[in-house]
């Protein structure tokens, strides 16, 4: 038992000196904090921190104290409000952040922070931006953080005699779909690009002139259309024509085996009439 007991003390013994060793390790607590006379003072834990003033208190008029890196966003101002255009706030941040004065209104504190660099798509607008709605998509409306002329402005330019105006970028123009000879204008839409469209090529020289096809050998319709629809004129020449997609009825299956059937039936019938007539 005695052996026992030896071994028991020893071993507290050796617990509480390991304690102590431990503790004598430890780095004292920091004390950066904000004094009258030297500003933001004190250690710090990590040597590569230095105690820095980060903020403004303006209820106390004291500064904010924190352990920061020697270059990074910090307070450089000399008066709580800058009235001579003296930035608060240097520093060092992230790529595409500046180091900015934030003003915290439930503190009535002011802090230097690293914010975002406004940009042209950040879906804030900032400075000489006229919109910004987070992406880089052209013609929705905002292209570039430029507001896009107002969609549907698609009308007759009788100038430069075309359509012209705006409508949903560049895969949605405005587009000349006809032509109105009473009026002498065409006739403008907003239409997918390359989709059924007038030939501009038979707009007419002379006001109110209308240009027959045969005159250019064309196609007063051009561009594609969806499925299984074509491009087709309409109107009357000398008044409104216009193109527009129209569908083509299904040929049934069956038709082509019994127009075959039909004639092959039919032809004999015909020739042998054919003979008998003759004198």
Not at 36 to 41: I, L, P, Q, S, Y
Request: proline share 7%.
């Amino acid at each position: 038992m005695r052996k026992l007991g030896i071994f028991f003390g020893l071993v507290v013994v050796f617990f509480m000196l390991s304690l102590a060793a431990a503790q004598a390790e430890l780095p004292p607590p920091a004390c950066c904090d904000w004094t009258t006379d030297k500003g933001c003072d004190g250690g710090c834990n990590d040597s590569d921190l230095v105690c820095s003033q980060i903020g403004l208190d303006h209820s106390s008029g004291d500064g904010i104290c924190d352990c920061i890196p020697v270059e990074d966003c910090q307070w450089v101002g000399s008066t709580p409000v800058s009235v001579t255009g003296e930035p608060q706030c240097a520093g060092l941040c992230n790529e595409n952040y500046s180091c900015e004065l934030e003003y915290i209104t439930i503190e009535n504190s002011s802090y230097c922070v690293c914010q975002v660099e406004p940009f042209c798509g950040d879906g804030v607008v900032n400075g000489v931006e006229e919109c910004d709605d987070g992406n880089d998509v052209a013609g929705d409306g905002c292209t570039n953080c430029v507001l896009d002329p107002i969609v549907g402005q698609c009308v007759w330019n009788f100038s430069v005699r075309s359509c012209q105006g705006a409508c949903g970028g560049p895969l949605y123009p405005c587009t000349q779909v006809g032509y109105d000879y009473q009026k002498d204008e065409g006739i403008c839409e907003c239409r997918p690009v390359d989709s059924c469209r007038w030939n501009e090529e038979y707009n007419p020289v002379i006001p109110g002139a209308a240009v027959l096809g045969s005159e250019l050998n064309g196609e007063k319709c051009i561009g594609s259309c969806e499925g299984n629809l074509i491009c087709e004129l309409f109107g009357a020449v000398g008044a409104i024509e216009y193109c527009e997609c129209v569908g083509i009825p299904p040929v049934p299956e069956f038709a082509s085996p019994v127009i075959t059937l039909l004639v092959l039936l039919c032809s004999p019938v015909f020739a042998y009439f054919l003979i008998r007539k003759r004198p």
